[in-house]
């Protein structure tokens, strides 16, 4: 038997033995220990955050771009509890996590101590798995456990609270391999008999379409690879949630764009008239669906998932096949290739015809300004003078969320990191710095609002102290503008708090935080500010100040159809939305 | 104090949400369904699955849960809940992903099975009344398992619409209150579920 180490250096070396390299937290009383040894170490980089919140983002930043496992460390009561947004945002985006706090002595658990929360119970719903180690002998197993459960099957957050006395005790330390999980077995192959009735629809398909979403980029690599080589193999179209994309080349003629709320119009119109809808890694959100009741009404339903819980929640489908995307992808091809089918060319070319006509309409078009910069103006600029296989683009949430997601384009997975299903302001500067870490070669951008950036604004000065060289370009309407474009449709133009009152000067800001300030007020000005950013050395603060009302189209409004979308030339039309709808977000 | 049969009727969580209105659309009748979950029996595994039932907005008609297996430390949780086929998908495909969960069997529908429910009644009250409450409670075939002068305490057992209407017909008879455990339930035949 070997010697027993402390609860802290069973930490460290369960860190170790699951390939972590960087962690993101915050110290403090009841995680000291752990604080200790990492200091007596050079394995692992620490990385100091200013706030629990954003180690949270950084974690999912880092896993997203390098599809590792995110690694937070923080300390009891406020330290739990601060994580617990970053924690429910990848709990809802599907991102592997593994969270350890500290919590406070066993003996003293119950008794209101000072800074102790109930960590287990608080994060309960909004972590994959969760658990509250009481003996330092169940230590090593439970770290494994986490690192599993966290990376394997549908990727999600792991919290393991440590005592502050389980931290210091000595105990016993297990390897990884021997520990092996009773319940938790994730299937990842498919069911044969299902991917051989979707390939009989695949391939009997008159108006097919390709949905895919997040699933894909989790899945790996690998996944990608194979998705495309389906979809150039059938010819069929295809489009992407707002999670999914770079799993696809957006530069491809096959590429629709993004679906939902504000995809495009070709991307919506032929999910709603499709005959065959082929769901590999989606889970039919609303922001994609809209109205239920009118989603593709006359198509068969395909949906690959690794969650069973996924399959028929939101939508019922006729073909669901539970498993991992590159495993179901990798016997999907086989058993196409091998029945040697051939896609009906005439139908295929006439529905072809049909989505070029929708193309046409060029839903993304609007009106250029040369006084003042357009928002959608200063995406596309960023994206020509930035773009390449080691730009990295974060966003935080809201109109320029959107903007990023229709005027940026990507090519490669893991290269966007947005916070899609819990819709996170404050999730890109923290998210851009867990991406450097990972990527530190790349170019990081934080496409974000000046509301939002401020959110997490005081990620700044990690970046500056761990020398990250993030770039947060800030489309500055000095309005909350996806809420300001919500109450002007909705709520009679009553902008009920949404304007960015008593804003900082961002250029002086970043100065301030040792970084660098550039602004940008006029188009002419535009390209030479970027390139100026892709040059500095460090993090830059990029206040590009944009047209102030701009609104976000194409839009699906709330409880409307697919078919039943506004568009730009929309713009000061008034909008009906049932009461229904209204009540939707 | 008397106990109309109200309030006995079972605990049902209240959060009715948005989690159950996107099903409207589809026109499913709604059925009673008798779930049999295996649990690693670990802290917190019970918050777990009630926290889900609440959170999503499912109702709980009842829940037990004790250990089953000492050695493999597994406990069995039956829960009686109603949706439609569509939630009660749902909610079986939620409690295989929880991570301590072994296996989720739903006994209406994937097999036969034999449920049962333990429920101990007080009734109190002198004369006619008492003589009634006690004959009655022959017909049922429920035990006195503890009596006064003025009082009876029967002991239960069968499903739970034989208990609701022991317990309906002591209510005029002097009921004071009732404690049920909830559905126990088994798959029927010689193998295990």
């Known amino acids: 038997m070997e010697k027993q180490i402390n609860g802290a250096q069973i930490v460290l070396q369960a860190l170790r033995d699951n390939g972590v390299q960087h962690i993101f937290g915050y110290p403090g009383g009841a995680v000291l220990p752990i604080y200790d040894e990492l200091f007596q170490q050079e394995d692992i980089e620490h990385i100091l955050v200013r706030h629990e919140q954003g180690a949270t983002h950084a974690a999912e930043g880092y896993a997203r771009s390098s599809g590792k496992c995110g690694v937070v460390l923080v300390t009891s009561g406020p330290g739990a509890t601060n994580a617990v947004t970053g924690l429910t945002d990848a709990l809802m985006d599907s991102i592997p996590m593994v969270c350890i706090t500290g919590q406070v002595p066993t003996h003293l658990i119950g008794a209101d101590a000072f800074q102790e929360a109930d960590t287990v119970g608080i994060t309960r719903a909004c972590t994959k798995h969760n658990y509250l180690v009481k003996d330092v002998n169940d230590l090593a197993r439970v770290m494994h456990e986490a690192f599993y459960v966290a990376t394997t099957g549908r990727p999600g957050p792991v919290v393991v609270d440590i005592p502050k006395d389980v931290q210091f005790a000595m105990g016993d330390y297990l390897k990884p391999a021997a520990v092996k999980h009773k319940s938790y077995q994730p299937k990842v192959k498919g069911d044969m008999e299902a991917i051989n009735a979707a390939v009989d629809l695949i391939a009997n398909a008159k108006k097919p379409v390709f949905y895919t979403g997040g699933g894909v980029i989790n899945s790996g690599p690998q996944a990608s690879q194979l998705l495309r080589e389906f979809v150039k193999l059938t010819g069929y179209p295809i489009t992407s949630t707002l999670m999914g994309l770079g799993s696809y080349p957006s530069a491809d003629k096959q590429w629709l764009g993004m679906l939902g709320m504000h995809g495009t119009y070709e991307a919506n119109l032929a999910m709603h008239d499709c005959d065959v809808m082929i769901n590999i890694g989606a889970r039919f959100d609303d922001r994609i669906t809209g109205a239920l009741d009118k989603f593709s009404p006359d198509s068969k339903k395909i949906h690959i998932d690794i969650d069973p819980s996924s399959i028929n929640k939101n939508v019922v489908v006729d073909v669901p096949i539970v498993g991992d995307v590159a495993h179901v992808l990798e016997d999907m091809l086989r058993v196409y290739k091998s029945r040697a089918v051939t896609p009906d060319k005439k139908a295929l070319s006439s529905w072809w015809q049909e989505i070029d006509a929708w193309r046409d309409r060029n839903c993304l078009a609007y009106r250029k300004d040369d006084k003042a910069i357009k928002p959608q103006y200063a995406v596309e600029r960023l994206y020509e003078l930035t773009k390449g296989p080691d730009t990295f683009i974060t966003t935080e949430v809201g109109q320029h969320q959107m903007w990023a997601a229709q005027y940026y384009r990507f090519e490669d997975p893991n290269r966007w990191m947005t916070s899609g299903g819990l819709g996170t302001m404050g999730y890109g500067i923290p998210a851009a710095v867990g991406v450097q870490v990972a990527n530190p070669k790349g170019l990081v951008i934080d496409i974000a609002g000046e509301a939002s950036a401020m959110m997490t604004m005081q990620e700044l000065s990690t970046a500056v102290q761990h020398r990250l060289p993030i770039k947060i370009f800030i489309l500055n309407n000095e309005y909350m503008g996806m809420v300001r474009q919500w109450q002007e449709l909705l709520h009679g133009g009553r902008y009920s708090n949404s304007y960015s009152e008593a804003l900082p000067d961002f250029v002086k800001l970043a100065e301030a935080y040792g970084a660098t300030g550039i602004r940008a007020e006029k188009p002419s000005e535009l390209d030479d500010a970027i390139k100026r950013m892709v040059e500095t050395d460090g993090p830059v603060i990029f206040d590009c100040i944009v047209t102030k009302e701009e609104n976000c189209f194409p839009m699906i409004p709330s409880g409307a159809a697919h078919n039943d979308m506004l568009l730009a030339d929309d713009q000061g039309l008034e909008v009906e939305v049932s009461d229904e709808g209204k009540a939707l977000v | 104090m008397g106990l109309s049969p109200l309030a006995v009727l079972r605990y049902r969580v209240p959060v009715r949400g948005a989690g159950l209105d996107r099903f409207s659309m589809s026109e499913q009748a709604t059925a009673t369904h008798t779930i049999s979950v295996l649990v690693d029996n670990e802290a917190g595994v019970l918050a777990r699955v009630i926290g889900l ?107 739970g619409e034989k208990i609701d209407a022991f317990i309906e017909l002591m209510t005029p008879l002097g009921l004071q209150e009732a404690s049920r455990t909830g559905a126990a339930a088994l798959a029927r035949g010689p193998e295990p579920m």
């Open chain 2, 53 to 159: 039932f609440s959170g999503r907005g499912y109702n709980i008609d009842s829940l037990t849960v004790a250990e089953v297996d000492q050695a493999a430390q597994m406990s069995r949780i039956t829960v009686v809940t109603s949706g439609t086929p569509q939630v009660i998908e749902q909610i079986k495909a939620q409690l295989g992903r929880l991570v301590p969960v072994h296996r989720v069997v739903d006994l209406t529908v994937e097999c036969e099975s034999v449920e049962r429910e333990l429920a101990l009644v007080k009734v109190s009250g002198k004369g006619e009344a008492r003589v009634e409450a006690l004959r009655l409670s022959e017909a049922f075939r429920a035990r006195v398992v503890d009596a006064t002068p003025e009082s009876f305490v029967f002991e239960i057992t069968g499903n």
